[in-house]
């Protein structure tokens, strides 16, 4: 009997043993069927997708810019002296060649005198020796002198000229006197900052543009720009320059010539709207068109996912036109195509995806 016991015992112990690893066994099993299961259902990758398709697009495009003007002089002084007269004040409109001020030149209108003193008698000179040349009364060589002589003496009086007429300080372009800068009794010298003075007449707007549209553009072209302080008045320029290349935000210069109104409305500084019209007459065109969001890593790559079959395939398109949240494709993909819109993070080339929208 004490043999039986232990023996029980162990035939116990064993079939625990036993069922204890059908079981380990069992759940190991159900636990593989289990993330086998899941596995299953996370090989495709939920996604929100929009199909391409053609829209009637608005082909406008809008930029902001400062208007500058069309010439603006700092006007300096050229010489040293006493302003004794100032004939236009802060809003003047000047011309070309008109005197803005006088500097006393007593001392260039006493060089001028003898200047032309030296002159007379060289000329006087010269004539007595051409006479005397012809019978034979000087040399060719004392005549040569007088004839240099006579040279030297009339540069010397254009010289007393020119400086005395700097004393005269004249416009060099038409505009309005934006600022003084001296009263009669400054005295200047060569430097000195007397005017400024810009020309509105006509102004220029500086926007920038995008790559898109910059290819669409030509010297010429008629745009429309209004400023915010007259919302209700539109105005018109016209291209006069295009950057070759594009600024630091990649974008391109443009520069629009604007003739202002006789009531010269328009003041150098305002803030201003170009928009940029597409060369046909209809402002809307139907244009195939993808969603912004549908790119992959930005514009620029112009990558996309296109999913065909539960299957999303990387995609390189041609892209045109930026309408903002809307891009114009011009190439790779096909009217009816579905990209995929959000979870692209997610989404690898060739991985299954789950439409949820």
């Not at 000179?125 to 006479?131: A, F, G, H, I, P």
């Not at 018109?236 to 295009?242: E, R, S």
């Not at 600024?247 to 009531?263: C, L, R």
Request: hydrophobic share 40%; proline share 3%; charged share 20%.
């Amino acid at each position: 009997m004490k043999t039986v016991k232990p023996l029980l015992i162990i035939v116990a112990v064993i079939a625990v043993l036993g069922w204890a690893v059908m079981t380990i066994m069992n759940n190991k099993k159900k636990s593989e069927e289990e993330t086998q299961i899941v596995s299953q259902t996370n090989e495709s990758v939920a996604v929100n997708i929009a199909r391409i398709k053609y829209e009637f697009i608005n082909t406008e495009y809008t930029a902001n810019g400062t208007l500058i003007p069309f010439q603006e002089l700092m006007f300096p002084s050229e010489i040293s002296g006493k302003i004794v007269k100032i004939f236009v004040d802060e809003g003047s409109s000047v011309r070309i060649g008109q005197t803005l001020a006088i500097v006393r030149g007593d001392q260039r209108s006493v060089n001028l005198t003898a200047a032309q003193a030296v002159y007379q008698n060289a000329l006087t000179d010269n004539q007595r020796y051409e006479n005397a040349f012809r019978t034979g009364g000087v040399t060719q060589q004392q005549l040569d002198a007088s004839r240099l002589n006579l040279k030297n003496a009339k540069a010397q009086l254009d010289l007393a000229q020119i400086n005395v007429g700097d004393t005269h300080i004249k416009a060099t372009i038409n505009g309005i006197v934006n600022a003084r800068y001296v009263e009669p009794g400054s005295v200047v010298s060569p430097g000195t900052q007397l005017f400024d003075i810009v020309n509105v007449s006509t102004l220029k707007l500086k926007a920038e543009v995008d790559e898109s549209l910059v290819t669409t553009l030509k010297l010429g072209d008629e745009v429309k720009v209004t400023a915010s302080v007259f919302p209700d008045k539109e105005f018109f320029g016209k291209i006069t320059f295009i950057a070759p290349k594009a600024s630091s935000s990649m974008n391109f210069p443009v520069e629009i010539q604007i003739s202002n109104h006789s009531e010269n409305l328009l003041k150098a500084g305002m803030y201003c709207t170009a928009t940029f019209t597409s060369s046909t007459k209809d402002k809307k065109q139907n244009i195939m068109v993808i969603p912004r969001e549908a790119f992959v890593g930005g514009l620029k790559n112009n990558q996309v996912f296109v999913v065909k079959n539960g299957v999303a395939y990387l995609t390189k398109i041609v892209s045109g036109r930026n309408f903002g949240d809307k891009i114009e494709v011009l190439g790779g993909l096909k009217n009816g195509d579905a990209v995929v819109t959000s979870g692209q993070i997610n989404v690898s080339d060739g991985v299954k995806v789950k439409i949820i929208k």
